[in-house]
């Protein structure tokens, strides 16, 4: 019998039926389900039971993306200490894809950060640093951009790094809005030749690894949630955006907790050398969400203005480094 409570969870039929099929992989009914708004790719719901333990239904209209998170889920669980979410069931119904996970406990580390003290907030920035490194020894390919999965083998989409390096870093660019055309040119700029160095090994890209997609509970990391649309990049600009995303979103003064990242990272493995065009391709990606909305750092979030401000002036400083290293 189909969970009539995913109606006023996921209101269109394709995706409720989805759900649905999620569903019916556990022989309990749902007594209740609530939506949890997070992302603007899938829809993702809390579905509670009298007997079990609760699960995260998650549907998805683009098949490809929900089955390689679910497949690197079970990836990360099993090479890496990264605590995520085990997957119950995946699977598809008229072209929706599900999937089913157990519900990890934990706060919203995103409202917590700036709650915890100095010295806690140095070890979690220290804890995504080794994780990030762990993830990046873990996974290795041997192209750039978006993975799909094939044949149970993750497989990126190009093997020309100056190419796909550039499309990325202009793309990244030309999603600002109108309020950092100021800055766009000389942005613009660090991506028209082609990056110095040989092409560099292409590890994990978890494109999304920050504290506003982890859980923590007595200090410690419980879950990191949303692996979709995983890609394969150097590791310089994966390290250039979580730290970003890590450090310089949610304090004043960025520097304690930049040291922090870096030497997490650093006890796994050597830190990467970020150029300018690295961190220019990091801020500018995550200075615009999926809607093409200015993203809104610190908690409480800033207002539009200020967050603007906040991503201009991150950029305009790297711009400012670039023309250092040039002399």
Not at 33 to 48: D, L
Not at 105 to 122: M, Y
Not at 160 to 188: K, N
Request: aromatic share 10%; glycine share 6%; with cysteine.
């Amino acid at each position: 019998m189909p969970n009539t409570q995913l109606g006023d969870v996921f209101e269109v039929e394709p995706l409720r039926a989805a759900g649905d099929a999620a569903l019916a992989t556990i022989d309990e009914r749902a007594i209740d389900v609530e939506p949890i708004h997070r992302g603007n790719r899938k829809r993702t719901a809390i579905a509670s039971f009298a007997e079990r333990d609760p699960v995260v239904v998650q549907v998805c209209e683009e098949p490809t993306w929900l089955r390689t998170e679910a497949a690197l889920l079970g990836e990360i669980r099993e090479r890496t200490f990264v605590p995520v979410p085990p997957v119950l069931a995946t699977g598809s119904h008229d072209g929706v894809a599900y999937m089913l996970t157990a519900l990890v406990g934990g706060a919203d580390l995103h409202e917590r950060f700036t709650a915890v003290d100095a010295e806690t907030r140095r070890e979690l920035a220290s804890w995504f640093g080794k994780a990030l490194g762990r993830l990046h020894e873990a996974f290795e390919f041997d192209g750039y951009g978006r993975l799909a999965l094939s044949e149970g083998v993750f497989t990126p989409g190009h093997d020309d790094w100056p190419s796909w390096f550039r499309q990325y870093g202009l793309r990244a660019v030309e999603r600002l809005p109108e309020a950092f055309d100021p800055v766009c040119d000389d942005l613009r700029a660090l991506f028209e030749d082609p990056p110095a160095e040989a092409a560099p090994t292409a590890r994990l890209f978890p494109w999304d690894f920050r504290p506003g997609n982890a859980l923590v509970a007595d200090g410690s990391v419980t879950a990191v949630l949303d692996w979709e649309a995983p890609l394969a990049a150097p590791p310089a600009l994966s390290a250039a955006k979580s730290e970003y995303l890590v450090a310089d979103w949610y304090v004043g003064d960025p520097v304690p907790l930049r040291q922090a990242f870096r030497d997490g990272y650093t006890a796994v493995r050597p830190y990467p050398s970020v150029r300018p065009a690295h961190r220019a391709a990091a801020i500018a990606e995550s200075a615009v969400d999926s809607a093409g909305v200015v993203t809104n750092p610190r908690y409480p979030p800033v207002g539009r203005a200020k967050a603007v401000a906040f991503h201009r002036d991150a950029l305009v400083d790297v711009v400012s480094d670039e023309r250092t290293e040039r002399g």
